[in-house]
Nanobody, 116 residues
Framework: QVQLVESGGGLVQPGGSLRLSCAASGMIRLYTMGWYRQAPGKQRELVAGITRGGSTNYVDSVKGRFTISRDNGQNTVYLQMDSLKPEDTAVYYC???????????WGQGTQVTVSS
């Protein structure tokens, strides 16, 4: 399994942008990668995912605003977040999954707060 470390969170005004990074200790090319978020009192939800082949998917609420990407050479996954809204406020978690083998692992999370 890989160890995941997220960074890039912080406080931003509505309409602003942030770029989250997820640095892995191993070869992420073997993994399906995803960004999840959990707001207070809510369940954790998948925000964006990217397969080993580079196919992406997004929750409807972030489509057109967020972009997930991966750099297998740097073992890093990114989440570019533009046009941020207060409802995007949450702890964002990176996930690495070996779907065929049935296991995954998580980072420790990074707080994103969108507020004026």
């Amino acid at each position: 399994q890989v160890q995941l470390v997220e960074s890039g969170g912080g406080l931003v005004q509505p309409g602003g942008s942030l770029r989250l990074s997820c640095a892995a200790s191993g070869m992420i090319r073997l993994y399906t990668m995803g960004w999840y978020r959990q707001a207070p009192g809510k369940q954790r939800e998948l925000v964006a995912g990217i397969t080993r082949g580079g196919s992406t998917n997004y929750v409807d609420s972030v489509k057109g605003r967020f972009t997930i990407s991966r750099d297998n050479g740097q073992n890093t996954v990114y989440l570019q977040m533009d046009s941020l809204k207060p409802e995007d406020t949450a702890v964002y978690y990176c996930n690495a999954a070996r779907v065929a083998l049935g296991y995954d692992c998580w980072g420790q999370g990074t707080q994103v707060t969108v507020s004026s």
